[in-house]
């Protein structure tokens, strides 16, 4: 009996050690992640990192309605521009942006989210660039993955700089300082850049990537390709006031690609497939972005709160001036009475009727927000191209070339519209009267006023003092920079604020 | 527990021997404090080793031989009471409960310890405080009870229990919860699964003598909950029935009435033009004002016209009056609440034979909320056997089921369909019903002839503005929407002892604890986020946690010396499973599953996995009764760590002296008792930074239409590891004058590698990194006191006192500052100390907010700066306004008074709990001071505002354009945590023992509890505990529950 005991307390403490368990078993591994080495082992991996930041385009980021990638960064551009008029406070969305608010408010999400957003894009693109060379994978397959993270990182900075610093002057030295240059996946604190180095950067990522993607067919248009790297190269040109370059460069881009039909020009601007897009994000069902979708702000059909109560309507001064003709296809894209009767199906009783509001985007249905977001058309390098050549000087009839080709393609009765014969300034105010409404909500005109250092001017037209009360902001004004979010300024010791 | 213990020890190591041919006396040993017969209580003949035990109503019946003089009741927990024969037959004893309790028994890590000899710092709550309580999740049994212990509210929400902290905050980033242990297990599920009248009793373990054995997650404390067991020699059946009415117990805000408000908003205007940076005349501007009024505003519910509301002086017309049916429809609040209804309901079979016991349980509790759609329906069973068939051998089976169903009030933060949030901000002057905006009349729907919801947007009504959440109707979605989960729960514990070599026991523990859940939303398709399609939302989560320990426990006495060893092995294993399904476009009316959607918006599971595993050890010494000595040491690893720093080593000594045993204190006869004990150790927290913290990461799950794509989610840290506390603790335990005890306690607990979510610049692309960083230290006082106040004859007053301090401070930081919403951390100061903007006050000339200014570069900076009173340089942005501390919110003083009042049968006991110092950042009431936003509520204090040149005041100017700027956070809006609360009262009545014996039932109790009576703070409205960093939020707050309650015991 004893002996059985002493075996029992044998048993017992083996039971504790042989209890043990396998080394293995604190190993556990997340199964909604993946590792980053396997990220980068082969090209086809690497290709899912790049279709990660195309995804970044059009998904919903910091859990924010007004978040949706850079779609919703182009309401914003657009907000604190003249010819976006909020035809009443709505839900709230934006009015902060409209008064020209929350981008000099450092702690408002709105000032922040570009911020956020474009070196989010930089982070996810570094990885790529600086890992894909070890990939396993034909060269081919990394010149198309490191090309476009090339595109993302200049894409990136050029919107970063346009925002957060002082404009770039032709012929400065332009010292001032610009926005920190991230070049490797660094999380320590970065100093700013001057504008003059992070714009020298940006080309340099864009000639390189164009290099890259030169032989690039793409399989559809969220994906970039050289000529998306042109004309984001032409865009930089044009904020550079670099107008020989800028030309060339859209002229560059644009080449072999058409303009859209007038019949397309009037289906909503919610499809990729149309041939004049150059580059696009396509959103399927299960990546709907119900409120924090472009089209659940900037739409007249989708039944959100926002448009319902506060549809986005044109500057009336600028649909109503006299140079466009009645029949041109633009202007079939807004309503002056505001009652939309050509939109099938009609518009619901309970969605508030405003004088000059859009239909010009157009969601998939009134209970599904989706739709392809556009980022580049041809129609812009053609705008370049005129603007660039008119202000070069000397230079009117290409300018002339371009426009008239433009405003023919946009006339729904042939020969309704007669060529434009303007010279000097008048050619330059034509062009810009074409360029505010062909791009109308599509995110260029606070980038716009800044880089042709032009005071914002609201009134005489539709807008509201009470929903902007900002009617006019002076050229140069310290509004025109915005602020360094808190979040950036708190995290990092070597950001300097800019004048408050 | 005590009473059971008690009756196990004697029936293992008692012998008793009863001899014949005697005298025959019984009688009934009752409690002093509640009347009660009690089981078990060791009746025996002085000087003898006669003796017999009670039974379960507490009636004994003896045989003492001829010639005994005396009879000797005792019983743990109660005084040793000797009562002479005199020849009587029957003889009825009352028991004192004994202050002192030294041989009650404490449930503490892997065993349990007898109080007088323990060496570490537990604390424990027993049975009888938590029955008589509408609780339904136990947690809230511990706020007040012990010191050292800060909890933060209970949500008005049913089955909602209270966020516990134990001796200050041990983490930044990582878990500051304490690890709760049900019957030896580690227990991650809900703790409201455990039904409260199954619980025998909650330990809290304190300090690392008593938490160490846990290791790996002791850092913040353990609270070890045992259930119920049979009793033997005992069969009983326990009905018990109550029944609570319950209500809000913070009211609301102070806000303006619909007069003023429409003065308050015409001054918003008026000032947004005459301070714009173009300035608008100021004729031209109140002419605006007056004209714009409802433009800005939408709602005229006055009798006098839109432009006749405020005339251009900014007064209001004095013949404006609210229209018809408007005055009777404008409180939000009224339609979403209810008076809520709380039912609960028990049946318990208890008992056992010599050689196993069991305890079953089955109870059903119906809780509805006084919100609207929130409610709390829960059915529990518990099995609880243990049978011991041969001496050397004893297992024991306890399994529990679960299940509950509850409809969620949504609560927190700005949703829309948040009803509190909502209510609170909307202005006065916004209708619930939709009205005839000429006769005020409500408007009825033609068709089912009831009043139609008013969504602020109706063609042919006015339209409420984005400050009043147009568009959305939070009575409507509350009554048209789903939001509820089902949680079905299966838990199991089971355990073999093995006793051998006389002084050997070797157990093994198996667990498991399955929770099913199934949670779903339902969003309308009339109004609100599902509008105009529908949608639906499942969750379904599985929940698998497994734990095996083995134990070897060695226990021997050597004449005054004795030793206990334990030596074991745990394995825990936890997985959870997820899946959710997300649709939209409602097909059929009424179904809101996901099948009767068009189109899926979002379809994802995962599955995360957790595992730990610990070898530890414990010895005890016992020399003479006197000196005490303990050790423990744990080694455990966690799979949340790289391979290479995952396994952490933990451990305790500690040592007690009872000083009453010694004979310089045996001379001083007033004092009872007298204990000094110490501890030191070291324990570890892993949890709370995610499963992969150390592992560089990319999401999947991020395509760009069906291209398959990921993104970076983290960087690698492979040096993250353990976040450690060393404790320090030392405590007198006294006993004095026969009717005081108490305690005096001071602890300091150091925290090193803090685990971190570092934020990272915004340029990084990244927001934050997990690391180990810093150090801080929390240090206090914890002093109790029990006094019983009166005693005389069948009446006894106790008053029981605990308070506490906890200093809480960082002592090293990688970085010189973090910072991290209202607070920053920095060394020397406390992880809650608030980093705001420096108010300054209100601009006599202007009315503009001034804030401290953060003066760089004066020339850049001088449009927004001012010098007021001569020298001091304030600014008008909120830019450049400069932060500093200003204040914490970690209070000076923190305590719980229980008043209990008995007398014969009844009982009346007060629970009252208080905070003194300390600061809140009233977020919600910064929100309702608001500088004139179209359509948000204010509060009544914004009508201190200034309104002109000269005006003295702290509330700035309404001015619709510098909301973000006039009421950026600040100091402004800091207000005093201090509060005094009555938490709990019952009055309880036990029937007299031979009433109901008369009617065949062992005793009967009836009592009235109310919760939450009663709050005094600094701010009608303000919970002070909302959360331990001292901010506020639209929450559902507290219940007032007022229960009346019967249980009968056959």
């Not at chain 2, 009825?92 to 002192?100: E, R």
Request: hydrophobic fraction near 35%.
């Amino acid at each position: 009996m004893k002996r059985a005991k002493y075996n029992i307390l044998i048993m017992a403490a083996l039971a504790i050690l042989l209890g043990s368990c396998e080394k293995s078993y604190l190993d556990t591994v997340p199964t909604d992640q993946v590792s980053s080495e396997s990220a980068f082992t082969t090209t086809t991996n690497a290709m899912q990192a790049l279709n990660g930041i195309h995804r970044m385009m059009f998904q919903q980021h910091n859990s924010r309605q007004d978040q949706s990638g850079e779609g919703g960064i182009n309401i914003y551009r657009d907000m604190m521009g003249e010819d976006l008029v909020c035809t009443a406070a709505g839900n709230g969305w934006h009015n902060n942006v409209y008064k020209w608010l929350d981008h000099r408010n450092i702690q408002s999400t709105a000032d922040y989210a570009p911020w956020y957003l474009y070196y989010r894009f930089t982070a996810n693109a570094n990885m790529i660039i600086n890992n894909i060379d070890n990939a396993v994978g034909p060269e081919a397959e990394k010149n198309i993955i490191k090309g476009q993270a090339l595109v993302y990182r200049a894409w990136s900075h050029f919107n970063l700089v346009q925002l957060y610093a002082k404009r770039y002057v032709k012929g400065a030295q332009n010292t001032q300082l610009g926005v920190p240059l991230m070049l490797t996946n660094n999380i320590d604190g970065q100093p700013r850049n001057t504008v003059e180095e992070v714009y020298a950067q940006v080309l340099t990522d864009l000639d390189e990537a164009i290099v890259l993607l030169q032989d690039y067919n793409r399989a559809n248009k969220s994906h970039m390709n050289a000529a998306v790297a042109k004309g984001i190269k032409a865009r930089v040109a044009l904020a550079k006031q670099d107008y020989v370059n800028a030309a060339a460069w859209a002229a560059d881009a644009r080449a072999g690609l058409p303009l859209m039909s007038t019949a397309q020009y009037t289906t909503g601007f919610n499809d990729y497939t149309n041939p004049e897009w150059m580059w696009g994000s396509h959103v399927i069902p299960d990546q709907t972005t119900y409120f924090y979708s472009f089209f659940a702000y900037m739409s007249r059909n989708f039944s959100s709160t926002n448009i319902r109560g506060n549809p986005k309507a044109i500057n009336s001064l600028l649909y109503d001036n006299p140079i466009f003709t009645d029949t041109d296809v633009r202007k079939a894209n807004f309503d002056p009475t505001g009652q939309h009767a050509t939109l099938n199906p009609p518009l619901p009783s309970n969605f508030t009727r405003f004088p000059y509001t859009n239909q010009k985007f157009l969601a998939a249905g009134g209970a599904d927000s989706r739709g392809d977001v556009v980022y580049m058309r041809v129609a812009e390098m053609y705008l370049i191209e005129a603007e660039a050549y008119a202000r070069m000087g000397g230079h009117d009839d290409e300018a002339l070339a371009a426009l008239n080709t433009l405003r023919e393609a946009r006339e729904t009765v042939p020969g309704n519209y007669v060529p434009s014969i303007n010279t000097g300034q008048d050619l330059i105010d034509e062009i810009m009267l074409n360029r505010r409404l062909e791009l109308w909500g599509e995110g260029f005109r606070f980038t716009d006023l800044k880089r042709l250092d032009q005071a914002l001017d609201r009134t005489g037209a539709n807008h509201q003092i009470n929903l902007c009360v900002e009617m006019t902001i002076p050229a140069g004004d310290t509004r025109w920079q915005w602020l360094i979010p808190k979040q950036e300024m708190d995290a990092n010791p070597e950001m300097v604020q800019n004048e408050l | 527990m005590k009473k059971i213990l008690m009756i196990f020890v004697l029936v293992l190591t008692t012998t008793i021997i009863v001899f014949g041919q005697a005298v025959q006396i019984s009688g009934i040993v009752t409690s002093q404090e509640d009347g009660l017969g009690i089981p078990g209580v060791s009746v025996t003949v002085k000087g003898t080793t006669i003796g017999v035990l009670t039974a379960a109503d507490g009636a004994y019946s003896l045989s003492v031989p001829p010639g005994s003089n005396t009879l000797v009741f005792s019983f743990i927990g109660m005084k040793k009471t000797e009562v002479e024969i005199q020849g009587r037959t029957r003889i009825d004893v009352v028991l004192q409960p004994d202050l002192i309790a030294m041989d009650e028994v404490v449930v503490i890590g892997y065993g349990t310890a007898r109080r007088g000899s323990y060496t570490g710092s537990a604390a424990q709550i027993e049975s009888k405080k938590i029955e008589t309580r509408p609780i339904t999740d136990v947690s809230q049994a511990i706020e007040g009870t012990n010191p050292g212990i800060q909890v933060t509210s209970a949500s008005g929400q049913p089955g909602s229990g209270q966020s516990i902290r134990i001796r200050g905050f041990g983490s930044v980033s990582a878990s500051n919860d304490p690890l709760y242990i049900v019957d030896g297990v580690p227990y991650a599920l809900s703790i409201s699964n455990l039904n409260p009248n199954d619980i025998e009793s909650i330990s809290i373990l304190k300090d690392a003598a008593s938490s160490a054995i846990y290791g790996n997650r002791a850092a913040n404390g353990v609270v070890l909950i045992t259930t119920k067991r049979g009793s033997r020699d005992r069969t009983s059946i326990q009905f018990t029935v109550s029944q609570g009415l319950s209500t809000r117990s913070i009211p609301e805000y102070e806000r303006v009435s619909p007069l003023d408000y429409y003065q308050l908003m015409w001054e918003s205007h008026y000032f947004s033009q005459v301070y714009a940076s173009t300035p608008v005349d100021p004729a031209i501007a109140a002419q605006n004002a007056t004209n714009g009024l409802i433009k800005n505003i939408g709602y005229n519910i006055t009798t006098v016209a839109d432009n006749a509301i405020v005339g251009t002086d900014g007064k209001l017309n004095t013949s404006a009056k609210i229209l018809g049916d408007y005055a009777k429809d404008l409180n939000w609040q009224d339609p979403i609440m209810r008076t809520g209804h709380r039912g609960d309901y028990g049946i318990t079979f208890n008992g056992g034979t010599d050689k196993s016991d069991y305890y079953v349980s089955i109870g059903y509790l119906n809780d509805k909320g006084y919100v609207l759609k929130s409610d709390y329906e829960r059915y529990t069973g518990r099995v609880n056997i243990n049978t011991q068939p041969r001496k050397w051998i004893r297992t024991g089976l306890n399994i529990s089921g679960t299940m509950t169903e509850s409809n969620v009030a949504s609560q927190g933060g700005t949703a829309y369909v948040n009803p509190f949030f909502f209510t609170r901000n909307m202005g006065p002057i916004y209708p619930v019903y939709q009205h005839n905006p000429s006769t005020g009349e409500y408007l009825i729907d033609p068709v089912t002839n009831d009043w139609l919801f008013d969504l602020g947007n109706v063609p042919g009504l006015p339209v409420r503005p984005g400050g009043a959440s147009v568009g959305r109707h939070v009575v409507a979605e509350t009554l048209w929407n789903d939001d509820l989960y089902k949680r079905n729960v299966l838990g199991a514990r089971t355990y073999v002892d093995i006793f051998f070599l006389k002084d050997f026991k070797f157990t093994i523990n198996l667990s498991s604890d399955v929770n099913a859940y199934n949670g779903g939303s339902f969003e309308n398709k009339t109004v609100g986020d599902g509008a105009p399609a529908g949608r639906g939302d499942r969750v379904n989560t599985l929940t698998t946690i497994y734990n095996i320990n083995q134990l070897l426990n060695y226990s021997k006495t050597f004449g005054v010396q004795s030793v206990e060893l334990l030596l074991g092995h745990e394995s825990y294993d936890y997985t959870y499973n997820y899946l959710r399904g997300f649709r939209q476009g409602l097909i059929v009316d009424g179904n809101t599953e996901l099948i009767n959607f068009t189109t899926t918006n979002s379809l994802t599971s995962y599955t995360d996995k957790y595992r730990s595993e610990g070898y530890f050890s414990r010895l005890n010494y016992n020399f003479g009764e006197k000196y005490f000595f303990s050790a423990s040491f744990r080694r455990d690893g966690s799979s949340s760590f790289y391979k290479d720093n995952r396994w952490g080593n933990f451990w305790s000594v500690s040592a007690a002296w009872r000083l009453d045993a010694e004979d310089f204190i045996k001379a001083m006869p007033w004092i009872d008792m007298a204990k000094l004990r110490a501890s030191y150790g070291e324990t570890g927290n892993d949890s709370g930074i995610g499963y992969y913290a150390w592992q560089a990461l990319y999401n999947l799950g991020r395509n760009n239409a069906d291209e398959p794509g990921f993104q970076q989610a983290s960087l690698s840290n492979i040096d993250l590891t353990w976040e450690s506390n060393n404790s320090v603790d030392v405590a007198l335990e006294f006993g004095l004058f026969k009717r005081i005890t108490g305690s005096l306690e001071f602890y300091h607990r150091i925290s090193s590698n803090l685990l971190f979510s570092v934020p990272l610049p915004s340029s990084s692309g990244l927001t934050s990194i997990s690391r180990n960083v810093g150090t801080m230290y929390n240090q206090g006082i914890e002093f109790r006191l029990g006094v019983d106040a009166v005693k005389r004859g069948d009446f006894n007053w106790n008053i029981d006192v605990n308070m506490s301090t906890v200093k809480n401070e960082i002592t090293k930081l990688p970085q010189e500052e973090i910072i991290q919403g209202t607070k920053k951390l920095m060394v020397g100061h406390s992880i809650y100390d608030f980093w705001l903007r420096d108010w300054y006050g209100v601009d006599p000339s202007d009315g503009s907010a001034l804030y401290d200014a953060d003066v760089k570069d004066f020339a850049t900076q001088e449009s927004n700066l001012r010098i007021v009173n001569g020298t001091d340089t304030v600014t008008i942005s909120h830019n450049n306004a400069k932060y500093h501390y200003a204040g914490t919110s970690i209070p000076d003083l923190m305590g719980g008074i229980t008043n209990t009042f008995t007398y014969k049968g009844i009982s009346l006991s007060v629970l009252s709990t208080f905070q003194l110092g300390g600061q809140i950042y009233d977020g919600s009431y910064a929100s309702l001071m608001h500088s004139g936003t179209y359509g948000t509520a204010q509060h009544v204090d914004i009508l201190k505002r200034w309104q002109k040149p000269g005006d003295i005041t702290d509330v700035p100017r309404l001015d619709n354009k510098q909301t973000s700027v006039f009421g950026a956070q600040s100091d402004r809006f800091l207000v005093s945590a201090s509060y005094f609360s009555i938490r709990s009262v019952t009055l309880s009545y036990n029937l007299p023992v031979n009433l109901t014996q008369s009617i065949g039932v062992n005793n009967a109790r009836v009592w009235l509890s109310g919760e939450n009576l009663l709050l005094l703070n600094a701010r009608k409205g303000l919970d002070p505990q909302y959360s331990f960093a001292g901010t506020t939020n639209h929450v559902y707050t507290p219940s007032r529950i007022i229960t009346a309650g019967i249980s009968v015991t056959l």
